[in-house]
RNA sequence: UCCAGCGUAGCUCAGUCGGUAGAGCAGGCGGCUGUUAACCGCCGGGUCCUUGGUUCGAGUCCAAGCGCUGGAGCCA
């Protein structure tokens, strides 16, 4: 295996002289009389390493099966290149294919492919210099993140994938079960008969880590969850995936003006990361992808967020002078067009609306005082819309059992989570962030499918 | 799920008024004294998404289906 100063990263960094040998995958070749030139990518970077090799100094064979896309093994010694492009080279004097690949067949040219393609051959795209870029940003964005968490003293903790808990919507959730879909077992009333099932009753893929995360910052004061929910909503759109990764944060003692404070400084601090790890990577993307990423995510970073109530808000899109799409009143949801409008338009960096109409949010965040709206916040950005949600969280008994009824939720399976009202309970509250979504922020990269490694959307799971 | 668009060579696409198919790139071969998406020449390469219909004749027109993409909804 690769040992640190044994990357292509690390041979680019080298002193002339340094004997090496360099592993990688081929991305292109060149030759001219006389000279080949070969350049090798092992996925550390963003750069190649340039291979020269002169003529006759490793037998034709040897050469014969370096095409693209081969894997390579090459002997030689760092040397100051003679051209523009790059600092250093690899004078190559031995040659070993470990791999070889057919380039008559081997799917990925050197030049100009549709994303549409690459996500074809999801296996393969990686070794392109966008998918690179992608998940190595990704990669960094993830240390990131629990940096962050860390550095402040949160306790990372693992939320349950299976859930039986089919709270939020039952119609979005994938079912688990062991059951012969093929030869259901009955009960005598003709329901499936769900005691038969593997945990004897009706079991799904969580949508959330969220509940059990409140149980533990009841605990451990300050939580957080990252790993991947799943939708099994049949949504089409370049912002949905069946699975994706969240990270949720969950705080006790914490109140709504330090969940948006801590949200604003955590978006802050990983985009700051990104932007002093992966200069190259992004400098690719603003170059090739979007010319804004750069500074966009620089003004994300330096300047405050912000600040607006659902009314604000609402009072700003019935005084646009125009005419919406859905329309504008004091209970209506915000729609893409008003996120929009609001982050792109008015306003030009991200927003976190707070305050909400109770009648919109979820049974568990916290009513305010006026009796209508209830303590939710929605960090929006620019154009992705909604990256960050968040509120506090309803903590006092009598309160959340008669929101759980008025929600029409079934008050015994939420026992336990009523017990955490109970016994100890604090103000606490958290937000969720969508990994994908926030990658494309950072990356510029226009559909969700491009952020995620093999992405699961309707009627596709391949690989 | 709804609306719109697209489906032609390995990839990206062109294909006029309906008359049996083209380019660039990629690949192969050859050339070129340092290339950088190298360059120059030659060569091979097609289930025109599928099914049905109209027509003497369909890549082209019509219908249905499938797939992909974009917009909307749901949301992170």
């Known amino acids: ?231 099994a909503e049949n949504s089409n759109t370049p912002r949905h995936l069946a699975e994706f990764w969240m990270v949720e944060p969950e705080m006790a003692f914490c109140d709504l003006a330090d969940d948006m404070k801590i949200a604003e400084e955590f978006l802050k601090y990983v985009i700051g990361y990104a932007l002093e790890h992966c200069r190259e990577d992004l400098e690719f993307f603003n170059q090739r992808i979007e010319k804004t990423v750069i500074s966009t995510l620089e003004h994300v970073v330096n300047s405050p967020f912000e600040h607006l109530t659902y009314t604000e808000a609402i009072r700003l899109l019935e005084n646009a002078n125009r005419t919406w799409e859905f329309p504008v009143h004091f209970g209506a949801d915000l729609q893409s067009e008003h996120e929009r409008y609001l982050t792109e338009e008015k306003i030009g960096r991200p927003v976190i609306v707070t305050d909400y109409p109770k009648e919109i949010k979820a049974f568990y965040m916290r009513d305010n005082d006026d009796g209508r709206t209830v303590r939710a916040m929605d960090v929006l950005a620019p154009r992705i819309g909604e990256i960050i949600g968040g509120s506090q969280r309803e903590e006092r008994l009598d309160v959340l059992r008669e929101k759980i009824r008025a929600h029409g939720l079934n008050e015994a399976s939420y026992s336990w989570y009523l017990d955490l009202r109970r016994f100890g309970s604090v103000p606490h509250a958290g937000f969720g962030l969508g990994l994908e979504r926030l990658l494309m922020y950072v990356t510029g990269m226009k559909n969700i499918r491009d952020v995620i490694p093999f992405a699961r959307t309707p009627g596709s799971a391949e690989f």
Not at 190 to 214: A, H, I, N, R, W
């Open 1 to 231: 295996m690769l040992k640190p100063g044994e990357y292509v990263r690390d041979l680019l960094e080298s002193e002339p002289g340094r004997r090496v040998t360099a592993r990688g995958w081929v991305k292109t070749r060149r030759d001219s009389k006389g000279l080949h030139f070969v350049q090798l990518n092992d996925g550390s970077c963003f750069r190649d390493l340039q291979v020269v090799i002169e003529a006759g100094v490793v037998p034709e064979a040897d050469l014969a099966a370096v095409t693209t896309g081969a894997c390579v093994e090459v002997d030689g010694e760092i040397v100051a290149s003679p051209a523009a492009g790059q600092r250093v080279e690899l004078r190559g004097t031995a040659v070993r294919v470990l791999g070889p690949a057919d380039p008559a067949t081997y799917p990925l040219q050197k030049k100009g492919h549709s994303f549409e393609f690459l996500r074809e051959i999801a296996h393969l795209r990686s070794r392109s210099n966008t998918f690179g870029a992608v998940f190595r940003v990704r990669s960094a964005l993830s240390f990131a993140i629990h940096r962050f968490f860390q550095e402040r003293g949160f306790v990372y903790v693992h939320t349950p994938i299976i859930t039986a808990s089919d709270c939020e919507g039952a119609g979005s959730l994938f079912g688990v079960t062991t059951l012969d879909l093929s030869n259901v077992p009955r009960t005598k009333d003709g329901k499936v008969d769900y005691s038969q099932d593997f945990f004897g009753k009706p079991t799904y893929l969580t949508v959330s880590g969220q509940l059990e995360g409140e149980a533990f910052a009841l605990a451990f004061s300050n939580i957080y969850t990252f790993g991947p929910t799943f939708r």
